[in-house]
């Protein structure tokens, strides 16, 4: 199974939807990371969370909120969808305890506003 | 704004040959240094990390970090055609409450050719 996993993997909403993806992991790792891709503007830091009661914004964070239910559960929320938010977006995680600061990816969300 | 930048490509290099890719940083301070491969429509997923200025080597793979040119370099021998991919440069924060978080690069194209 896979260390990361991100639901649902595709998604196909309107413009002025709530939306939500979630994020899971079995790595144990305590911080963990929403980042969205857009081709040719990379990889973007949207909220990153290093404990469960550590919440904070990343350089995009407009118009996204975050939840993080437990250690290993991260939410992004699009309170209201518009189409600049179509985007590939990525959940990531890393551990504090091994001293390094590699991030590990999930599978990805594909979401698309229409 | 702490800026990372990669050489723009796309680069393209015949079978066999030695591909070389390119990154530059700002943040001064800057500790960890890592280098993600991403296939298109994956998520990019870890090839190399470095921390110490010097090379590091893994398989057909070497890493190079200049700190005092704030430079990081990837490396990859005996090309493939499964080499085929974006690479992108990533560079921790160093310090304060951002700690741990990564910049990433706008990625580089490697197209390797039979």
């Known amino acids: 199974d896979a260390d990361v996993t991100q639901t649902p993997r595709n998604r196909i909403t309107k413009t002025g939807k709530r939306i939500m993806l979630e994020c899971s992991q079995t790595?144990?790792?305590?911080?963990m990371y929403w980042y969205r891709q857009d081709p040719g503007l990379g990889l973007r830091l949207i909220y990153y969370?290093?404990?469960?009661?550590?919440?904070n914004k990343g350089e995009i964070s407009d118009g996204y909120s975050v939840s993080r239910q437990a250690q290993a559960k991260f939410s992004l929320s699009l309170e209201s969808a518009i189409p600049n938010q179509t985007a590939l977006y990525f959940c990531?995680?890393?551990?504090?305890?091994?001293?390094?600061?590699?991030?590990?990816f999930g599978p990805g969300t594909r979401l698309t506003v229409t | 704004q702490k800026e990372v930048e990669q050489n723009s490509g796309p680069l393209s290099v015949p079978e066999g040959a030695i591909a070389s890719l390119n990154c530059t940083y700002s943040?001064?301070?800057?500790?960890?240094f890592f280098w993600y491969r991403q296939y298109s429509g994956k998520s990019p997923e870890l090839i190399m990390f470095?921390?110490?200025?010097g090379d590091k080597e893994d398989g057909r793979f070497t890493a190079q970090l200049n700190k005092a040119s704030q430079y990081v370099s990837l490396l990859i021998r005996d090309s493939q055609p499964s080499d085929s991919a974006t690479y992108l440069c990533?560079?921790?924060?160093?310090?304060?409450?951002?700690?741990?978080?990564?910049?990433f690069g706008q990625g580089t194209i490697l197209t390797v050719h039979p």
């Open positions: 943040d001064r301070g800057s500790q960890s």
């Open positions: 470095i921390y110490s200025n």
């Open positions: 969370s290093f404990d469960v009661k550590d919440i």
């Open positions: 790595k144990g790792h305590d911080r």
């Open positions: 990531a995680t890393s551990d504090t305890g091994t001293g390094a600061d590699e991030q590990y």
């Open positions: 990533a560079v921790n924060e160093a310090g304060g409450t951002s700690y741990g978080k990564l910049t």
